[in-house]
Nanobody, 116 residues
Framework: QVQLVESGGGLVQPGGSLRLSCAASAIIFNIYDMAWYRQAPGKQRELVASITSGGGTNYADSVKDRFTISRDNSKNMVYLQMNSLKPEDTAVYYC??????????WGQGTQVTVSS
């Protein structure tokens, strides 16, 4: 049974930082591209950041220079370091694993709330 389990969400003040983690099990992790998506209330799910199996990264314009995605293939983990958080970053954050010709997997999500 493939599982992606996110952790690290919570309540943080504007300007603060959080680090999200995603643990992947039962997949050949190092061949998958990994990504973080988010969905705010009343909005569509959007791509926040992605990292390829080779380590190439891509970011949404709204989070560039504030968020950093990374992966540790030895631990089957992907991370999202979020700095200088803004209220508009408030959303449920989802971990995603994808590879052409393979199934796509999603985690259950972790809530991030940025508020004073």
């Amino acid at each position: 049974q493939v599982q992606l389990v996110e952790s690290g969400g919570g309540l943080v003040q504007p300007g603060g930082s959080l680090r999200l983690s995603c643990a992947a099990s039962a997949i050949i992790f190092n061949i998958y591209d990994m990504a973080w998506y988010r969905q705010a209330p009343g909005k569509q799910r959007e791509l926040v950041a992605s990292i390829t199996s080779g380590g190439g990264t891509n970011y949404a314009d709204s989070v560039k220079d504030r968020f950093t995605i990374s992966r540790d293939n030895s631990k089957n983990m992907v991370y999202l370091q979020m700095n200088s958080l803004k209220p508009e970053d408030t959303a449920v954050y989802y971990c995603n694993a994808r590879r052409v010709y393979f199934p796509t997997f999603w985690g259950q999500g972790t809530q991030v709330t940025v508020s004073s």
